[in-house]
Each structure stands twice: as structure tokens, then as C-alpha cells.
């Protein structure tokens, strides 16, 4: 029996099944085809354009179709890294799909009609798209081609709402670009470049794979996942000019607190039910991730004992504090790889203090008697791992640096707001390339190597041919002591790195991380983690400061 | 007054009562016998810094890292790595910032003719078609790109090649941009008149040695037409007010060729003397110079010499024009002419000149000997100096020095010494001793005249 309501959900497996009468559907064809279908289904909605632009304008395309090219290319380099083809199958089809009928660009009854905008259009019938007569636009100048600024965009608002008499028309290579960029209506999601990889990373999430969102994301930088000119998969019909630069041209990478608030913005937008718990098993689960960021922080192994007890006292590794539950919005977003950063700090606090004075002397402690038994299995010594460690990270650290200020952002498809830019872009983009391929011979053989094949390890330390010495073995003593049958360290100490926490809804963050302020032993874990998972410090050493208000609650509450 | 504080009274403590959290650092201190003092609240918006003004975007960033890469590199001479950054710098001129884009030609210009100048693998040719590149791009770089590419050719030899470009340069027309790159355009007229003259004198070379008459007189029309062209430009650029050294000369040379001495005399005056250039010492010593060349009066030249002075008194033509002065018939000048040569040995270079010191001395010499009343002179040239000279010039250590290497310098100097220090100052005792040790005639004289002078007018002489 099949009822008419449309009302579908997801269920455990990944399957549709229609809310009212319950029945999980079997049967499910692919509607999305390896090349883009021709807005076979779209174009009934929206009436079409009667006249030609100047421009060659190829296929009418939406906006939401460029951003399912760009999802598709992005799950595909996904897979490619050994995500689960379900993931792009299954999971980020049916959330797109979601996505669209929510926002009502497609699957739905009533979908958007911009009137405004095809009233408008419908009039400039024979007007020339050239003479766009937006402020902005105005000052363009064969010469050095006064090309728009992200200022002129701040006029857009306003012409969706002139009147049908003005005869401005918004120059855009999609058909609904212009109209793209208003000034959203409560309840409303655009989505962005950052947003798509909020939905990879919803999706990923659901299936649970073995990647942080700062893998996610690393990926993205170091080009493994197409993102900064995603658009160039848009097939050569669709073309892409004028305010359509403004949505899919890409000026900064993405930035993790921007992504990972999208996802929780993107999961209550499209109604997603719980999602699959994360259990103790699960590789987002604290314990599981500590051991990865032990092990490329060449830290012992005996830390992570610790990292368990500190993350059963506070109860991060309860399933329902881990798992993202869109309905429930009390429910913390959590910040999987954050969470466990932090959680090792927390621990080398507890157990060295990091106050630059109680580390060091154990570790010439530590040291001196390491020296004495050779045999045995050597104390951690804090301040050889520091050296060791230092060493690699500023190499590393550089490297990267050097690699980001050698970045290259444009591509061989030129982007320009109009007909009469384009010759100039072109022209320059040659210029450039030229210019390019001249200098590129003056450089070194050290040429623009094919990307290694990214890992989830950054930093690799078992190995025999490193120089450097691996950790992990190495064992907790000095700083551990007997006590009631369970082991306790020898430091009684701890200081706190905040008494209070800031009002996250004035300041947007609950700490603030002023350097100075703390010891060179936290400042220095503290980069480690942030080179490691390419985030802020200050991001990190938030997640400690809310840790510890968690682990000495009862201390602080009866100050 | 009163009102205003109140008005802050009550803000504040609406602002108490609305946020508990917030733990105010205002101060209230009330007491019944003194007026309530009410420190101001800072409004709630300056209780948040927020950064303001744009953010600037990832690429911008990642760009200006690149930048300090790039100026590193150069400042350590490893051109190979600034070539490697320098690739994704380029970026820079596809900014999407109208502002970058705009200032980016000019950067990566002179970063790339900086690399490509001191680069093992670079070459002219390469330098070439990198200047060929970036004068296109954005039309405001034009000439000014053309101008530095043409330098660089002149530096390396490459004279036609220079001049050909100053061609092409010249005949640059683009509508508005035309007028408002008027002074560069100046500029490159100038310099292609520079190459003209080069030209020109290189015809005239030709025509010299050549036997054949007909050929001769070919290369002569040459050699003509290149005057024309640079007469008119170096004209055109000698109007606005600035240092043309180097046009100046070549017109003046050019202009004496042809005989036009009107011409000259009026282009170094203006050239000199027109306030509105700036202040030259190379234009009164051009003019001076043509003068001389003329054979124009004495007095005209003084006059000329005059400004000269004033302007660097340390100049090599005064002593032409200290001789000038003391061969008028005017006391003035004569005066004045002591001060000249006073001046001149104030400098450090002057210090081993021996023509000055000579000079010195005969002037000091026949003042005491015609009868001693423009003695006063001296005494006022001396007073200024007596404090420094004696250290400056006639020390022990130098006299040494000066009679090792240059036994006539040490020779007038002793004599200026003991005139003006006395004769019992260390640098006459010395030379004196020397010049009788070594037999020299001259000595005997001298130290007479010396011991019959220095007493009279050195009464409180101090060494």
C-alpha cells in the first residue's frame, strides 16, 4: 500500500522509508547520472529564458546545480582516499536530495519562483547585458579594467526588490545567481563553498569513517579534495560569469569553526533524525583518537590509560554526549579531534604540570637515570622529547608555511563579471602564464613534485629510517605513585588555565588565549596539537579550558 | 555639568541591572558629607574589541607570505628561490582586489628585473621578454616600465637596442592616459635625445675619417638630422625645473658645434639662475665654463664665480677665482679673495693642495709687505680659525708627515705658520729645523722674513 504523503526518512541502514505508513522502500533507481543531465526535471519549474545572452551562455543552469558537480567531485577524491563508496552513493545523494527539497529548489510542490527577478529579465528582453548600470559596475575602463570588488555585491539586495521598470538585469552565467544572493529569509540555508564540505562531513559522519574533520580538512588545503576551483568540473555548457563568481569562487580556505558550525546548521535544516552512535569502539571516539594523536605526537603509550580515566570522569565517552542528535539542541557540538587534542594536554598537565619548572627537573631526572640502566626500559624523559620533537615540528612547520605562500589559486579557466572583462582576464591570465613558465625555468630542479598520497599520520616516528626516537615505548616513571591500589601521579598540583569562562553568546568563544600568559611547556604542546590538526591554538586550548572546568567542578564550585 | 553626570549615573546603572554577569569595574563612592563621584562606564560596545575594517581574504594572505618570502630570498642573493616563489606571486596581477591589482605591476617589475638581473641562467633576452610582458599589462606601467627596460640596455651595451625602443616608446599614445603620463613621456624624449647626441657624435667621428667626399657629406646629413631631433628634445626637458646635468652638457656641446652661442648663453642663464630650478652648483660651473670659453670679461665671470661660492666654497675653480680677484685693481677683491682662499683650506680636501697654501702665502706676503694696514684681514680671517687650525693644520705629527712626502707643501704651509702662530710654533720650529738640516736655501730667507713679521702682530699667540 503505498500512501501519497510524501514524508520520507532515513532509516538505520541508510534506506528511505516513508514516515506515515512505515513502509521502507525497496525498490530506488539513480537518478543522478555521470554527466549532468540537462534540467530535464528544473526546467518545468521555472519558466525559461526567452532570449540569448551575448554571452555565450550555453546550458541554463541553476546554481544548486553546480554545487551537486562540485559535491560529486568532492565525494569522488573522497572515495578515492578509501571512504566507502556508500558514503557518495547512498548517504550525500539522499542528504542533497534532502537539502534541495527543503530549500525547495527541487523534489518539492512549490518551488521558489523568482518573480522579481524574471519580471525583471522578462523586460530587459532586448536590452544589452553589457550596459549594466549597477554603481558598482559603472567604472570599467578598457585600460586597466576596473574589475568588481566584493563591494558592488553589497548592492545586489537591492535588485531583486527594484521594480519592473528599472532596467537593471543582473549579469550571471546561472539562472538564478542573481537572485541567489539576497538577503536570506529566516529559515533559509544557502549553500556555500565552506557548506559543502559541512555535508561531506555530514555524511562521512554518519557512516562513521576513520576521518576527523580536520583530516577532512587538511585534505581540502593540500588539494587532495577539489575546493578551491571546484568549479572547473562544471561541464563546458554551463558557464560560469558574473555573480556566480561571488558563490562558487573560493578566496580563503575554509576555516574548521565555520565548517563544523554549518554542519550542526545544516543537520537541523535538513531534519535529520539521530544519527549512528558513537560507540567506544568508533574511531571518533576519544579513546580510539587519543592513541592516533599519541602515537603522532610520540607520546608513550602509557598515556593513554590516563586519557581513559580523565575521559570517564568527565563523561565525554558516553554515547550520547558523542553522538549528533539534530533534534535534541541542547546536545554540545563536539569537536571530535579537538576533544582528544585536549584531552592529551589535560593529561601531560596532570601529569608533568607544564608549570617550565617541574618537567624539566624530572626529566633530568628521568635522564640521569636512563643513563645509569641502559638495559631497562627507559623513563620518559620531557625534555629529549621536547628536542626531538621541536626539531621536527619546526622543519615541518616551515615546509608547510613555504607550501602555503607557494599556492597557486588561479586556474586555467579565467573567471570575469562580463563580456567586456573578458578579453582583459584572458589576456592577463596569459600574461601570467607566460610569466610563470619563464620564472619556473629559473627555479631550481625543486619543481612542483605530483602531491604525495596524503595519510591520516602526519608525523611518523616507528620508523627505522627517522633519526628520531620513538616514544612510545617508553614508560611513566618518576612521576607515578602508588596509592590505595591504583596508580596516582607524584605531582599533587594543577593549575588551571582559566577560572572563569567567557559568555559565548557576547564574545562568541568561551576563552580567549593570550600567549604570554601561559608557560613556554603549554605554549609549546599547545602549537603541536594546532600544527597537527591545522587549527587555531586558541581553539584547542578552549576545549582544555572547558575539560578541566569539567574535571574540578566540585573544586571550583565551592570557591 | 551636572546634568551630564547625572545622565551617566543613570546609564550606568541601567547597564547594571541588565547584565548581572558582567562584573563592572566601575567605581561608586558614596559618603554622606562628600558629593557622590561617579566614574564614567565604559558603553557596552567598548566592552567587546572586535577587529574592524575588511579581513583580509586567504589569497591575500597566502600572497603577502609569499612576498616576505620573496624579499628575503633577495636580500640573501638566492635568486633561484625567489624565482620559485615568484612564480605564485605572479598571481598577484589576477587579484580580485582592484587596489592589488593595480599596484601589483609595479611590484612584481621590479622584483622580477631585480631576479632576472643577478640570476646565473637569466640573460638580456630573457630580461627582454619579461620587460615586454609587464609593459603590457594594465596600461598606466607603460612608459615607466619602458624607461627602466631601456636603462638596463644602456647598462649592458645594447645601444640600439635601447634606441629603438625609446622609438616605440615615444610614439605611445592611449587616449586620456596620454596627458597624464606627460612627464615620463618627457622623460623618454630626453633620453632619446641622449641617443641622439651619441649618434650624432658618432657621425661626426665617421665623417672625419672618412676620404670620400660624397660619402662625407652623406654621413653629415646624418650627423645633422640627428642634431635636430636631440636639440628639440633636450629643449623641451631643459623647460621644466630639475637637474639636467647630463642634457645640458650634450646640448651645450651640440649647440657650440653649430655655433649657436645665443642659444647657449641663454639656455646656461636660465639653467643657473631661473629660481624655480633647483639650486646647482653644475650650472654655474657650466656657465663659467662657456664663459671662459667665450672669453668674456673678468667681471663677468667673477660674477658667475661668486654664486659658485656661496653655494661650495670648496669648489676646485676657486682658485681661478681667488687669481681673478687678486688680479683686479679693487681693493674688495682683494679682500675677498683672502677669504676665499681661507675658505678653501677650511675643507679636508684642500688640506695637501700645494697651489692653495702657495697662494695663501703670497697673498699673506705682500699684504704684510705693502705696509701692513690691510693687516686687519688677516686678523679677522685668523680669529675664526685660531682655534681649530693650529690642530687642523699645523701640528707636530703633521709637520712630519708633510715634510716626508711633499717637502714644498710643508715649505708654504711653515710659512703661513709662522706668520700666523708666531715663530715659535711647533710646525714652523719644525720644517725650519728640517729645511736648515737640509741645506735649503730658501729657509734662511723665509724664517728672516718670518721672525721680522710674526713678532709684531702675534702678541697673544697661543700654540
Redesign the interface.
Known amino acids: 500500500m503505498q500512501c501519497c504523503i510524501i514524508n520520507w526518512g532515513l532509516t538505520d541502514e541508510g534506506k528511505f522509508y516513508c514516515k506515515s505508513c512505515h513502509n521502507v522502500i525497496e525498490r530506488t533507481t539513480e537518478v543522478l547520472t555521470s554527466d549532468v543531465v540537462p534540467n530535464t526535471k528544473i526546467q518545468s519549474i521555472s519558466k525559461g529564458l526567452r532570449k540569448r545572452k551575448k554571452i555565450d551562455k550555453g546550458w541554463e543552469w541553476y546554481v544548486c546545480e553546480g554545487f551537486q558537480c562540485i559535491l560529486k567531485k568532492q565525494a569522488e577524491a573522497l572515495q578515492a582516499l578509501g571512504v566507502s563508496p556508500q558514503m557518495k552513493d547512498e548517504i550525500l545523494c539522499n542528504f542533497w536530495r534532502c537539502y534541495l527539497q527543503k530549500s525547495k529548489q527541487a523534489y518539492c510542490s512549490m518551488p521558489v519562483t523568482d518573480n522579481a527577478l524574471i519580471s525583471d529579465i522578462g523586460t530587459d528582453v532586448d536590452s544589452e547585458p553589457e550596459r549594466i548600470s549597477l554603481h558598482g559596475f559603472s567604472s570599467f575602463s578598457e585600460s586597466d579594467g576596473d574589475l568588481q570588488t566584493e563591494s558592488s555585491f553589497g548592492r545586489v539586495s537591492s535588485i531583486g526588490k527594484a521594480s519592473a521598470t528599472e532596467t537593471t538585469s543582473v549579469c550571471s552565467g546561472s539562472v538564478d545567481g542573481g537572485s541567489y544572493l539576497l538577503k536570506r529569509k529566516k529559515g533559509d540555508l544557502k549553500m556555500s563553498m565552506p557548506m559543502t564540505l559541512s555535508l561531506c562531513y555530514l555524511a562521512l559522519l554518519w557512516l562513521r569513517e576513520p576521518v576527523t574533520l580536520s583530516d577532512l580538512l587538511r585534505f581540502v588545503l593540500d588539494g587532495h579534495i577539489p575546493y578551491l576551483n571546484a568549479f572547473q568540473c562544471f561541464p563546458e555548457e554551463m558557464k560560469l560569469y558574473g555573480v556566480d563568481l561571488k558563490i562558487f569562487r573560493v578566496e580563503s580556505w575554509p576555516v574548521y569553526e565555520d565548517v563544523h558550525k554549518k554542519m550542526y546548521e545544516l543537520a537541523a535544516f535538513l531534519d535529520l533524525p539521530c544519527f549512528p552512535a558513537i560507540t567506544n569502539s568508533c574511531f571518533l571516539h576519544p579513546n580510539i583518537l587519543c592513541i592516533k594523536y599519541l602515537m603522532e605526537a610520540n607520546l608513550p603509550d602509557e598515556l593513554h590509560n590516563w586519557t581513559c580515566r580523565v575521559v570517564k570522569k568527565i563523561n565525554v565517552g558516553e554515547t550520547d554526549f558523542l553522538t549528533l542528535d539534530p533534534v535534541n539542541k541542547s546536545t554540545r557540538k563536539v569537536k571530535y579531534d579537538v576533544l582528544a587534542a585536549a584531552l592529551i594536554i589535560v593529561v601531560l598537565k596532570l601529569l608533568f604540570l607544564l608549570d617550565d619548572q617541574y618537567e624539566w627537573l624530572h626529566a633530568s631526572f628521568a635522564r640521569k637515570r636512563n643513563q645509569k640502566n641502559k638495559e631497562e626500559c627507559p623513563w620518559f624523559d620531557f625534555k629529549k622529547w621536547y628536542t626531538i620533537i621541536k626539531k621536527s615540528l619546526d622543519v615541518e612547520q616551515k615546509k608547510l608555511d613555504e607550501e602555503r605562500a607557494r599556492c597557486l589559486w588561479k586556474c586555467e579557466k579565467p573567471l570575469f563579471y562580463s563580456a567586456k572583462e573578458k578579453y582583459i582576464v584572458l589576456k592577463r591570465r596569459q600574461t601570467v602564464v607566460n610569466l610563470q613558465r619563464q620564472f619556473g625555468s629559473l627555479s631550481g630542479s625543486m619543481q612542483v613534485s605530483e602531491k604525495q598520497k596524503p595519510s591520516s599520520f602526519q608525523l611518523n616516528w616507528a620508523e627505522e629510517n627517522t633519526d628520531g626516537i620513538c616514544f612510545h615505548g617508553h614508560i611513566l616513571e618518576g612521576i607515578l605513585q602508588e596509592k590505595d591500589n591504583s596508580l596516582t601521579t607524584t605531582n599533587t598540583k594543577y593549575w588551571l588555565c582559566t577560572v572563569k569562562l567567557c559568555n559565548e553568546k557576547i564574545c562568541g568563544h568561551l576563552t580567549h588565549y593570550k600567549e604570554s600568559d601561559f608557560p613556554q611547556s603549554y605554549q609549546f604542546v599547545l602549537n603541536l596539537f594546532s600544527f597537527l590538526l591545522r587549527v587555531p591554538a586558541s581553539l584547542i586550548h578552549e576545549e582544555v579550558c572547558l575539560i578541566e572546568h569539567k574535571l574540578f567542578k566540585t573544586k571550583l564550585r565551592r570557591r | 555639568m551636572d546634568s551630564f553626570v547625572e545622565q551617566l549615573t543613570r546609564g550606568a546603572e541601567e547597564e547594571f541591572t541588565e547584565e548581572s554577569?558582567w562584573d563592572g569595574s566601575a567605581v561608586r563612592i558614596e559618603s554622606s558629607s562628600l558629593p557622590a563621584i561617579h566614574l564614567p562606564v565604559l558603553p557596552r560596545y567598548l566592552q567587546?574589541t572586535t577587529t574592524g575594517g575588511r579581513k583580509a581574504?586567504?589569497?591575500q594572505e597566502?600572497k603577502t607570505?609569499?612576498f616576505?618570502?620573496i624579499h628575503e630570498a633577495l636580500l640573501e642573493n638566492q635568486?633561484?628561490?625567489a624565482?620559485?616563489?615568484?612564480?605564485?606571486y605572479?598571481?598577484t596581477?589576477?587579484s580580485?582586489?582592484?587596489e592589488h591589482?593595480?599596484a601589483a605591476p609595479e611590484v612584481?617589475w621590479r622584483i622580477?628585473a631585480e631576479?632576472?638581473c643577478h640570476?646565473s641562467?637569466?640573460s638580456i633576452e630573457?630580461f627582454n621578454?619579461?620587460a615586454e610582458?609587464?609593459k603590457?599589462?594594465?596600461?598606466?606601467n607603460y612608459l615607466k616600465v619602458c624607461l627602466e627596460h631601456v636603462f638596463h640596455l644602456l647598462c649592458n651595451g645594447l645601444i640600439d637596442d635601447a634606441y629603438r625602443n625609446l622609438s616605440l616608446a615615444e610614439g605611445w599614445r592611449?587616449g586620456e592616459?596620454t596627458a597624464a603620463h606627460d612627464k615620463e613621456m618627457k622623460l623618454i624624449q630626453a633620453y632619446k635625445g641622449l641617443l641622439d647626441y651619441y649618434n650624432w657624435s658618432e657621425k661626426r667621428k665617421a665623417m672625419l675619417e672618412l676620404d670620400d667626399d660624397d660619402l662625407a657629406q652623406f654621413v653629415e646629413q646624418e650627423m645633422h638630422s640627428f642634431f635636430r631631433q636631440a636639440a628639440v628634445n633636450f629643449k623641451e626637458i631643459i623647460k621644466i625645473p630639475g637637474v639636467w646635468d647630463p642634457f645640458v652638457k650634450c646640448y651645450v656641446e651640440l649647440l657650440e658645434f653649430y655655433e649657436d652661442y645665443d642659444e647657449v648663453r641663454q639656455v646656461l642663464s636660465e639653467y643657473a639662475y631661473n629660481s624655480k630650478f633647483p639650486s646647482n652648483p653644475n650650472a654655474h660651473v657650466y656657465l663659467y665654463q662657456f664663459l671662459k670659453r667665450q672669453g668674456e670679461s673678468k667681471k663677468t665671470r667673477i660674477a658667475v664665480l661668486k654664486i659658485l661660492h656661496e653655494l661650495v666654497p670648496s669648489h676646485e675653480l676657486m682658485l681661478e677665482y681667488n687669481a681673478m680677484l687678486q688680479k683686479s685693481k679693487k681693493r674688495k677683491k682683494h679682500r675677498l679673495g683672502l677669504q676665499v682662499i681661507f675658505t678653501v683650506l677650511d675643507f679636508a680636501g684642500w688640506k695637501e693642495h700645494v697651489k692653495a697654501w702657495s697662494c695663501l702665502a703670497k697673498q699673506i706676503k705682500q699684504i704684510l709687505e705693502n705696509s701692513s694696514k690691510h693687516l686687519y684681514w688677516i686678523m679677522e680671517e685668523w680669529n675664526s680659525r685660531k682655534d681649530w687650525w693650529p690642530a687642523f693644520h699645523f701640528s707636530h705629527h703633521l709637520a712630519k708627515i708633510n715634510w716626508q712626502e711633499n717637502e714644498s707643501l710643508a715649505c708654504e704651509k711653515a710659512f703661513v705658520a709662522g706668520i700666523l702662530l708666531g715663530k715659535d710654533c711647533k710646525y714652523f720650529r719644525y720644517v725650519s729645523h728640517q729645511g736648515h738640516k737640509a741645506k735649503k736655501g730658501r729657509f734662511q730667507t723665509m724664517k728672516k722674513f718670518v721672525k721680522k713679521h710674526s713678532s709684531s702682530h702675534n702678541p697673544s699667540v697661543s700654540i
Request: positive net charge; aromatic residues 14%; proline residues 0%.
Open positions: 554577569a567587546h581574504t586567504g589569497f597566502t607570505a609569499c616576505n618570502y635568486w633561484q628561490r624565482a620559485e616563489f615568484m612564480t605564485a605572479l598571481e596581477l589576477e580580485t582586489s582592484a591589482r593595480m612584481v622580477g631576479i632576472l640570476h641562467k637569466s630573457e621578454y619579461f610582458r609587464i603590457n599589462v594594465g596600461v598606466k592611449y592616459q
